[in-house]
């Protein structure tokens, strides 16, 4: 009898020793590990701060320095001699073909008065990832008149400027790759700590994250073309990329103007930040290991190099993600409270949140020069020089109504 109480007693504490284990390791698992903290992806994928440029006129950023640097004046006369091959990358929506075809034609007006204007060694790419197989696209003759089509492919830089459009599938239209995909803190440290973002499988992980949380988001696809488009890019042999809206326009200054070094991050200016939500990205953050240091309205408009687009993007879709996910209620993300909440934490601008998380990381951790610049999305309905800016955004479309008067009277 007391032996068979003695192996019930020690049978219970073997089990008790279990359960206390497995509560503890689930409870870790929750928790951020502060050694993450410190992981570098400039280290784990060393090509991303390289450059295609090989000139000491446009040289790397060197974190070792502090060089007072001026980021508003136009480039060397001296760079104009070099080779420098950009595109303008953006997502059209062609179901939404009659709300953005007028901002469209100005954008790509734009484009043209700076091909112009840019040093005759320069080019400058309009590209357009645009969803090929939809019946609106085969009935209408916008792009075929304009001359952008998908044969237009780069394959020199001598190749004069040229309209592109790239083959996209919007996330809308996206299928789950793996239906039993389980969102938890395990998945977040594998695609950002245990992955190779800049591969097949790893795309294929996150493209199923994003199917499952922001599919209905209407503003992700902006976003994904620089994670999607990389390959089309990369092989084109673009210097710089400049992510961009469609409601904007590029001035003078863009023609004759480059970055002070060839692997510099610049965004432009956003209106969107606030007190709380800036409070509430932080601790966001914190568990998912992102440092978090208050760098406010970091706007939509990126202008830098292919692999860094790459990064920025993958990081900012992952943190889009996540934070509908973690931090927006059902009734939030489908947009029952409208504008309610504004500004102070609003689903409309998620993707800005996602970046703002992703860049504010970079910058803290020291990963990526990344610049916060006046001269991208600057304001439409403010007063300026455009020949002291290079990207003019005009947010809504009352602004983008009366700029057009404006220049139509002129």
């Not at 206390?20 to 280290?43: A, G, R, W």
Request: contains cysteine; proline residues 4%; charged residues 20%.
């Amino acid at each position: 009898m007391k032996k068979s109480k003695l192996k019930f007693f020690l049978l219970t504490i073997i089990l008790l020793n279990i359960f206390l284990h497995f509560v503890i390791e689930k409870s870790n698992s929750n928790q951020p590990e502060t050694n993450k903290f410190n992981y570098s992806y400039i280290e784990t994928y060393p090509w991303i701060p390289k450059c295609n440029l090989e000139t000491k006129l446009i040289p790397a950023y060197d974190s070792t320095r502090n060089l007072s640097n001026d980021y508003s004046s136009p480039s060397s006369d001296l760079t104009f001699e070099i080779r420098i091959i950009k595109a303008v990358i953006i997502y059209f929506p062609i179901d939404q073909y009659d709300s953005y075809a007028d901002e469209f034609l100005w954008l790509f007006r734009s484009w043209i008065e700076i091909i112009y204007l840019e040093p005759s060694k320069w080019r400058t790419d309009l590209v357009i990832f645009i969803h090929e197989n939809t019946d609106t696209l085969k009935n209408i003759d916008l792009f075929r008149k304009l001359n952008c089509s998908f044969k237009n492919l780069r394959k020199s830089k001598l190749d004069k400027p040229m309209c592109t459009l790239v083959s996209f599938t919007p996330l809308k239209f996206r299928n789950l790759i793996d239906p039993e995909l389980k969102i938890d803190q395990r998945l977040y440290n594998l695609l950002l700590y245990d992955s190779d973002i800049f591969g097949i499988k790893t795309t294929r992980i996150l493209s199923d994250f994003l199917v499952k949380t922001i599919q209905s988001y209407p503003n992700a696809d902006s976003v994904l073309i620089a994670l999607d488009g990389y390959d089309h890019l990369k092989k084109s042999g673009y210097d710089f990329v400049i992510r961009s809206d469609i409601d904007v326009f590029l001035t003078p200054l863009f023609a004759k103007w480059s970055p002070k070094h060839c692997n510099d991050f610049y965004v432009g200016k956003g209106a969107y930040s606030a007190h709380f939500n800036m409070n509430r990205l932080k601790r966001a953050g914190y568990h998912i290991n992102f440092l978090y240091g208050n760098h406010a309205n970091l706007g939509s408009t990126w202008y830098s190099t292919t692999d860094q687009s790459r990064l920025v993007a993958y990081l900012s879709l992952f943190s889009m993600a996540y934070l509908a996910n973690e931090e927006f209620s059902p009734p939030e993300r489908n947009g029952d409270l409208n504008i309610l909440l504004w500004p102070h934490w609003h689903y409309w601008v998620l993707s800005l949140y996602g970046q703002n998380l992703a860049m504010n990381h970079l910058i803290e951790t020291k990963q990526m020069n990344i610049q916060s610049s006046d001269l991208l999305d600057y304001p439409a309905h403010e007063n300026s020089d455009i020949n002291k800016i290079i990207h003019i955004h005009a947010y809504h479309s009352n602004y983008f109504s009366f700029v057009l008067a404006f220049l139509t009277f002129f």
